[in-house]
């Protein structure tokens, strides 16, 4: 069985949940908190995504949702679609620099864009988490993260886009737990929560992950993570 770095898949007590292989938790690990080996920029993945992958949200609650969220952004420059637009599609449409970190025979790639908007900053993450090592930058996207953060971030590239312009599928920045109680049905006041969904699609089963952070009733971060397998 080919190691997953995260394979949202496993269903517990009713929920469907993040799990992981020995073997890639222990990559993971690696990919993580150790030097490992880069390509492009010397850079760590930090904030949400770096506690998704590094199983660090696994606790919280989660909640099943029955139909599949639609599993594409919409920007002026690039419409992005989870499991099919590439890291290369990414840097095309909005620069920066790929990075990727690998572990033995897996890896994962990313681009990370910090801008600030009313005064906020905020971090836009486009992750390949599913990656053999030696198959590049042209790997799917796989996760897209955004969040609200008070720290500089030297891994990530100036933004130059506009993120009021985007069309999102799911509630975000700027929305609050109304929003996902109206969605979902439950949303905590503050702290994390992940809805998620598995089933089989057109031509692959699919599992959907939305992890969201909320503080004071306020969405501060989301990820959204989808993974095909046939």
């Not at 909005?94 to 994962?108: H, K, L, T």
């Not at 975000?172 to 089989?200: C, I, M, W």
């Not at 952070?213 to 990820?223: F, N, S």
Request: charged share 20%; net charge negative; aromatic share 6%.
């Amino acid at each position: 069985m080919p190691k997953k770095i995260a394979k949202i898949a496993a269903i517990h007590g009713g929920h469907v949940a993040s799990t992981w292989l020995l073997t890639g938790a222990l990559a993971m690990t690696l990919l993580l908190f150790s030097a490992g080996t880069m390509s492009a920029k010397e850079g760590r993945l930090s904030g949400l995504p770096s506690l998704i992958l590094g199983g660090q949200t696994a606790e919280a609650p989660t909640y099943n949702f029955q139909q599949p969220v639609v599993e594409e952004v919409k920007t002026p420059t690039i419409n992005i679609v989870l499991d099919k637009t590439t890291l290369d599609d990414i840097k095309a449409a909005f620069g920066g620099e790929i990075r990727i970190r690998s572990a033995g025979d897996i890896a994962v790639g990313w681009l990370c864009y910090t801008f600030v908007s009313q005064s906020v900053q905020r971090d836009v993450w486009f992750i390949a988490n599913d990656m053999q090592a030696a198959s590049g930058a042209g790997e799917a996207v796989n996760m897209i993260a955004v969040e609200e953060t008070s720290e500089d971030q030297p891994d990530c590239d100036k933004g130059q886009f506009d993120l009021a312009k985007w069309t999102i599928p799911v509630p975000t920045l700027g929305d609050d737990k109304a929003s996902l109680q109206q969605r979902f049905g439950n949303a905590p006041e503050s702290g994390l929560v992940r809805y998620a969904h598995q089933g089989a699609g057109a031509d692959a089963q699919i599992s959907q992950s939305l992890v969201y952070r909320l503080k004071d009733g306020k969405i501060d971060a989301v990820a959204f993570t989808q993974i095909k397998s046939k």
